[in-house]
């Protein structure tokens, strides 16, 4: 089981929650689909739900900020300095929706959105470091950036957390994968083969050990299936929505 207890490089793909209307429903939706049990952190952080695979944290579900905020899950990138990092963000045509701020003893965060509009988090570790676990099932095994503006993107994320890319062999040609010192940690492309009026967006996959039944499952609990089952040259994949309507993939290798 891969696991990491160490703040994560600045950059990488660190952490991932989700914001509901009902976080017990939604926590009872993603115990069903993905075995995940949880550790509330009571009312002083408005109940936040941290989820478990086999006692270690691969993803949170908590309170919306705002009422008829839309739920979604947000992706949070690494840095050393949180602070350093919303003055990049604004000097390179992003937004910030939540300035710097503490989390207690967690650690220190941001939301902000890109120039093409996609919300992302930034999380400075504290107590707490982000992942605790990936590339298991219930766990993150992979991140995307879908964009109006692919190119737009790039260089935005290229100022501002260094990423470094590279070209996909199979994958549409707007798609490459983003490098943190080297290391393939996620993918930004554009938004073929979305909807017409489809917004800016990141997004998380999530592994199964089976896809088919992650999305038969998601369909029980009163979630829907965007995007069916299908073989890719990176695995099996499907798109899902939960209950509350924020959007995800699955994935599992192919045997």
């Known amino acids: 089981m891969p696991t990491r207890d160490t703040p994560w490089p600045a950059g990488t793909p660190c952490w991932i929650d989700l914001s509901a209307p009902d976080v017990p429903a939604a926590a009872e939706f993603y115990k069903s689909l993905f075995g995940w049990t949880y550790v509330d952190t009571g009312a002083d952080f408005g109940n936040y739900h941290i989820a478990q695979v086999n006692g270690r944290a691969p993803a949170a579900i908590g309170p919306q900020f705002e009422e008829g905020q839309p739920a979604a899950w947000t992706l949070y990138l690494a840095s050393d300095d949180v602070d350093a990092t919303a003055k990049l963000i604004a000097d390179n045509g992003g937004g910030l929706l939540m300035e710097p701020g503490d989390v207690g003893d ?150």
Do not use: C
Not at 134 to 141: D, I, R, S, V
Not at 203 to 210: I, L, R
């Open 106 to 255: 967690k650690g220190r965060m941001l939301i902000a959105t890109d120039p093409t509009g996609a919300v992302f988090g930034v999380w400075q570790a504290g107590e707490t470091t982000g992942l605790q676990v990936f590339n298991e099932p219930g766990a993150l095994a992979w991140e995307d950036a879908r964009l109006t503006d692919a190119d737009a993107g790039r260089s935005f994320y290229a100022s501002v957390f260094g990423y470094t890319y590279g070209p996909v062999e199979g994958a549409p040609p707007a798609y490459q994968t983003f490098a943190v010192d080297g290391r393939p940690v996620g993918g930004i492309g554009d938004l073929t083969g979305a909807p017409e009026g489809t917004p800016s967006h990141w997004v998380g996959y999530f592994s199964v050990a089976d896809v088919d039944a992650a999305a038969a499952t998601a369909e029980r609990g009163g979630g829907r299936v965007l995007g069916p089952a299908q073989d890719t040259p990176f695995g099996r994949m499907a798109e899902l929505a939960d209950p509350f309507g924020a959007t995800f993939m699955v994935h599992a290798e192919l045997a």
